[in-house]
């Protein structure tokens, strides 16, 4: 290797574009302007409901800013902000320009909160390496800045939702990187550049003033509606017809209740057209009208149609950092093992961690990895692990997510014997928290509505300060938000009752280190009865009893009682479930104190869509 080249570990990270400058961030050594940006953030927005609490800047230990509710850090030890979250927050006030004092950001989500008045003009010298921008249903006013264009490593500029005015600046058009692009639900006027090139994603819907640009779609008897499709989706769907016609419209159908079961099936067979089928379904929650005998040459090119659409879920990897990372994916480097392959802990050059999934069968990229990528790589919640990419390459099938040092909760339940694990209480409580709100949000606020139907303690990943994310959502199932039916009562008995059911399954084995129904079956309680709580309080963690926990230990065991109620219609739902363990976790919080045993974790109502 030439003297200055860069090696493939040192590209590595969230997305290949990050990684184009990683060297050069690395040369900014960490001071405190990252503290100076973050306090000015605080200072400069009101937080009505206390989101910021936990950023207490009186700490001056390195690193303890990774800490904070929202911020993100490579690593966790070096006072340099990556990214910042404070997406649903109810957050008040204007674009903080203190931002250009976090010179290494490069994600920033600001989305869903009260936020106005417009954007800065000179918003790239702001953020001038950003990867990521979401500014998305706020009260932002004024023109979009055609600064923006400047802002080179943009992959994601998201700013619908706002009351934007003006056009869409034409300066976008030479961004070289970005891959996502949305203006929908502003007050935009003029014509419309021209923005969808390769494999670009633009949205800009809901603006009445703008014209020019991209057809509408066409409305016909058979009910969806007729899209073009981009060049890169019209080459697939082109190949079967290539030598008779001189193009194809791609016809799409909205999704029907029932095309899940045949996808499914056809997942099984594991063509590359059902596949691409498939991913374009998810992606747009419609039916592809198109036969998979009329494309018979696209199996050729499944994987790179796959990688191309997924492109705009999550960010791609290649094969050759991914193996480096892993040292030829070691089976020293080996973490974990699962139905769907091996995970492996990869290294980069600079010491930073991932946990990258290697699937045992190549050839099988159906419905577990799609879903996966699906939620994890487009969802983001403090609590559920992220995706950071994907890789497809010949016949190798990767993912990527965020390495945790604590590993799984299963581990931190039952031990080895020669390994001395034990969490203490407020720690378990934290953890249940956690997950409840996750579950609670994926049930009944985001956008998707998702159910997780494998909650474990196998899929609660525990980071360094033992907050939980939860993870294998292989299993999940979507909820259609169009059927009003299925977001009531029959949708939750089915399927997010079940999740309850888990949940409370989950609970028991944190406060007694067992399943309930083993603890059913060691009493000979009849399982199909309502449990009683007395009946499991001498089955408690021997750890906790005499830590003066005991009496919110019964409180919980009382919570999970609820949820493993033999009958689904009778046990409660994961909101109502979340309102009563913040309100546990509060109590737990007063009896610790000042204590370093209690972790803090922020505990708000759970009925409000905003606050989540």
Known sequence: MKQGSMSPKTRMGITITILIFTQILLCIHATETDIFCLKSIKDSLEDPYNFLASWDFNNKTEGVIC????????????????????????????????????????????????????????????????????????????????????CTYLNVLKLDGNMLTGGIP?????????????????????????????????????NRGLCGGPLEPCSFDGGGGLIIMDQSFKDGLFVGFASSFSFLLACIFFLSNSYWAKLLKWIKHNKGVELVKYVCSIITGRKLGIEADQMPQLQEKGSQKIALLLERLTSTMKFEELNDATDGFSINNAIGFGKMGIMYKGTLANGWHLAIKKLTDSQQFGRQVLIEIRILGKLRHRNIV???????????????????????????????????????????INIALGVARALSWLHHLCNLHVVHLNICSRSILLDKNFEPKLSNFGDAKFLNPNNHESLGMSFYIKDGKKDVYDFGNVIFELVTGKLYEELVESSCNNANLSPNPSSFYSAIDK??????????????????????????????TMVQVYNKMSSLWEE???????SNTCTRSESFSATDRDEL
């Open 170 to 206: 034409g300066q976008l058009a030479a961004l070289p990187r970005i891959r996502t692009l949305s203006f929908d639900n502003n007050r935009l006027s003029g014509e419309v550049p021209n923005l969808a090139y390769g494999s670009v994603s633009v949205s800009y819907a809901k």
């Open 67 to 150: 800490n904070f509710v929202g911020v993100s850090c490579w690593n966790p030890n070096e006072n340099r902000v990556l990214g910042i979250d404070l997406s649903n927050m109810r957050l008040k006030g204007q674009f903080p320009r203190g931002l250009h004092n976090c010179t290494s950001l490069t994600a920033l989500d600001l989305s869903s909160n009260s936020l106005w008045a417009p954007l800065p003009s000179d918003i790239h010298t702001l953020l001038p390496f950003a990867v990521s921008i979401d500014l998305s249903n706020n009260n932002f006013s004024g023109q979009i800045p055609p600064s923006l264009a400047s």
């Open 386 to 428: 992220p995706l950071l990419g994907f890789c497809i390459e010949n016949d190798e099938r990767i993912l990527v997510y965020p390495y945790f040092s604590n590993g799984r909760l299963s581990k931190w339940l039952h031990p080895l014997e020669t390994e001395a694990m034990i969490l203490t209480w407020p720690q378990r």
């Open 588 to 594: 737990v919080h007063e009896l610790c104190g000042d």
């Open 543 to 572: 750890f906790i009893i005499g830590e003066g926990f005991e009496s919110e230990a019964f409180m919980l065991i009382k919570i999970a009682c609820e949820c493993v109620q033999p009958f689904p219609e009778q046990r409660p």
